[in-house]
């Protein structure tokens, strides 16, 4: 199935990496995304065996079976920033919980549709997001950089969590 999608790509545009899960660690899939120039973020399987060598894919594979025994799964998947993948899972799941379906029947629609859902997903994060407060009296939020003053006796959360998380960290 990988191969046929990386076919949907006009060979003259370039591709930086594909990221996928485990059960894409195969050789052909291997293969296509080498035989693309492009980067596979791939994990091995956990009794992941070194290949033979005798393909680009096969080396490229060995390479993140290598750097997976070396440097355990988590640090792998932060450095090789596998864990973006989980986090695009995690909303569009979200997305799925606002509506299975499209309701708008022309493109365009769709696309205002979708920007909808995503402002709606945004409002939610920024609920959830709290600002601290440190002694000083600066108040941070971590995710904008934005600082606001506030008086130095006050030292509390600004926004109350409405919406629960749906995993907790």
């Known amino acids: 199935m990988l191969p046929d999608l990386l076919n949907q790509i006009p060979p003259d545009q370039d591709i930086g990496s594909v990221t996928a899960d485990g059960a894409y660690d195969t050789c052909k899939c291997r293969d296509a995304i080498a035989a693309r120039n492009a980067h596979a ?16 894919g096969a080396r490229a594979r060995n390479e993140a079976v290598r750097s997976t025994k070396y440097l355990r799964r988590a640090l792998w998947r932060h450095l090789t920033g596998y864990h973006r993948r989980s986090r695009v899972e995690t909303k569009m799941h979200c997305v799925k919980l606002l509506g299975q379906s ?29 600002e601290t407060v440190n002694p000083s009296g600066v108040r941070r939020r971590p995710t904008s950089g934005r600082f606001v003053q506030q008086s130095p006796s006050r030292v509390e959360t600004t926004r109350p969590m409405l919406v629960k998380p749906a995993h907790p960290r």
């Open 102 to 130: 499209l309701s708008a029947r022309d493109f365009d629609r769709h696309v205002a549709e979708i920007q909808i859902l995503a402002a709606i997903l945004n409002g939610f994060t920024t609920l959830v997001i709290p």
């Open 41 to 56: 973020v791939i994990p091995p399987r956990k009794n992941a065996t070194l290949w033979k060598p005798d393909t680009p």
